[in-house]
């Protein structure tokens, strides 16, 4: 006999396409479709910020107020709602919390008041689903900025009947985003003394809202496999890995899946020419189509390398900048977009100077030139310090881009090196986070590209692989069915 649906409250602070600043954004827009396609019923709570009513213009406010009680305060909170691919979207509608021209921040800082914007976000999605009436099985928290809706729910409502079947779990994008802040938030949030324990909230004398989610939700996980196993060791547990290995047998890592019908090389406008793996000369012309909107030459054997990244150390940009004459010193041409730390965005300007007819560096972003970029380069360059998951490798590997990533977190989860399996091989993986390693890396996959039978090989592997969120989305469903035996 089949299990029954499951209700379940998605709570975030970003989704695709109506607000995003990373991959938080990308798996909580494409998540919910997928589960709903499996029969379930499933609501998505986030904030009405500014950004939302430039994607979706105005929506008729709901006519009751939410009473949110925090901190001594009872905040009176409209909502809006909205259908998106079948999902019944909620937007918390606070103006002095949302009404700002960023997400978290602006002019490079963030709001001060974060943790009251997003512990107003926890409290006001939980009274959300009973002004609703709406009695989730499952509320699944992500990141920092939901860390609390566990605590909550834990601490505050664990007495309320209309809660009594409603489980949590709390997902993991990117541990090192914390949501630290000072231990006298904790008054502002609400939050009694207990939580606020070193088995609780407090974290080195301040609080973290991601420790909170983390201790107090029924079950964990993060976004991969090997990143799962990454963060309970101290190297990379970022202070957390205690707590982490204590609730080991609550953890789980799950691999993010990608949505094929936003990101396929058949379909894509963004694209000079469409392309698909039984049919790849669309993919040469869209490779000499980059090469001439960019200014370089085109040139069909001349292998072109990309990278679409935020401009962070995370993303191993200092190891490109370490290796760049040497990268350089290889007959290919180099092609980076992305947008970070002012400091790599001016030495990446400078380097690139030196190689004008070789290298183009694009401080901006730009969803349709990625799009282009994915689609016209050979190889595609990954070389993340760490990374939870990873989307760039994902759609490099649909548009035909062969990676080269470093072996860490969802990169070892998703690319298979000839050296390591070489029928299965869809990219190539350098194991020591230094230049060396990377530059052994570039040379085996240049190797490769020289012979196209073989090249070839590479890319059609990678474009036939099941990425989709159907896969994930079934492996969530199981994880929520544990939650709910908790």
């Known amino acids: 006999m089949p299990e029954p649906a499951l209700k379940v409250l998605m709570v975030a602070s970003e989704a695709a396409p109506f607000a995003k600043t990373g991959g938080l954004a990308d798996v909580v827009g494409s998540l919910p479709p997928a589960l709903q396609s499996l029969g379930h019923d499933v609501r998505l709570v986030m904030p009405w910020y500014r950004a939302v009513r430039k994607v979706t213009g105005q929506i008729r406010a709901s006519r009751r107020k939410l009473s949110v009680p925090m901190g001594g305060r009872v905040f009176q909170v409209g909502y809006r709602s909205v259908e998106n691919r079948g999902v019944q979207i909620y937007f918390i509608d606070l103006p002095e919390f949302y009404d700002r021209p960023g997400l978290y921040g602006d002019m490079g800082s963030d709001y001060p008041d974060n943790a009251e914007r997003f512990g107003l976000l926890s409290r006001a999605a939980l009274e959300l689903t009973r002004e609703l009436g709406f009695a989730p099985d499952v509320i699944h928290a992500h990141d920092w900025q939901t860390g609390l809706v566990p605590v909550y729910l834990r601490r505050q409502l664990w007495r309320d009947p209309f809660f009594a079947g409603s489980h949590s779990l709390f997902s993991i994008h990117n541990l090192g985003y914390q949501g630290v802040f000072p231990l006298e938030t904790a008054r502002i949030l609400g939050l009694e003394a207990s939580p606020l324990s070193p088995e609780g909230l407090e974290y080195y004398g301040q609080i973290s809202l991601l420790k909170g989610g983390i201790g107090f939700a029924d079950q964990v996980n993060t ?70 909107e ?86 595609f360059l990954m070389p993340s310090r760490y990374e939870p998951c990873g989307l760039g490798q994902l759609i490099a590997l649909r548009y035909g881009s062969v990676p080269l990533v470093h072996a860490t977190g969802g990169l070892i989860d998703t690319i298979v090196d000839p050296q390591t399996a070489a029928g299965h091989a869809n990219g190539f993986v350098f194991r020591e986070y230094r230049h060396s390693s990377l530059l052994e890396g570039l040379d085996r996959a240049l190797t490769a590209y020289a012979v196209p039978r073989e090249w070839q090989k590479l890319m059609r592997q990678g474009m036939t692989q099941d990425l989709s969120w159907t896969r994930a989305a079934a492996q969530y469903v199981d994880l929520y069915r544990l939650c709910t035996k908790d």
């Not at 949505?259 to 049919?279: G, I, M, T, V």
């Open 223 to 292: 976004v991969s496999p090997t990143y799962c196993r990454e963060i309970q060791t101290p190297e990379s547990g970022m202070g957390l890995d205690g707590l982490l290995r204590a609730r080991s047998d609550r953890l789980h890592g799950l691999l993010n899946g990608l949505d094929e019908n936003l990101w396929s090389p058949a379909s894509d406008r963004a694209l000079a020419h469409s392309y698909a793996p039984r049919k790849l000369s669309g993919k040469a012309l869209c490779k000499t189509a980059l090469q001439q």
């Open 294 to 379: 960019l200014g370089l030459q085109a040139s069909p054997r001349t292998p072109l390398v990309a990278m679409v990244t935020r401009l962070d150390s995370q993303k191993g940009v200092e190891l490109v900048l370490e290796s760049w004459d040497r990268i350089l010193s290889r007959r290919l041409q180099l092609v980076i977009l992305g947008t970070g730390n002012p400091d790599f965005e001016h030495r990446l300007t400078a380097a690139a100077a030196y190689y004008p007819g070789q290298v183009r560096v694009l401080l901006r972003f730009d969803d349709d030139l990625s799009r282009r970029i994915y689609a016209g380069s050979d190889l």
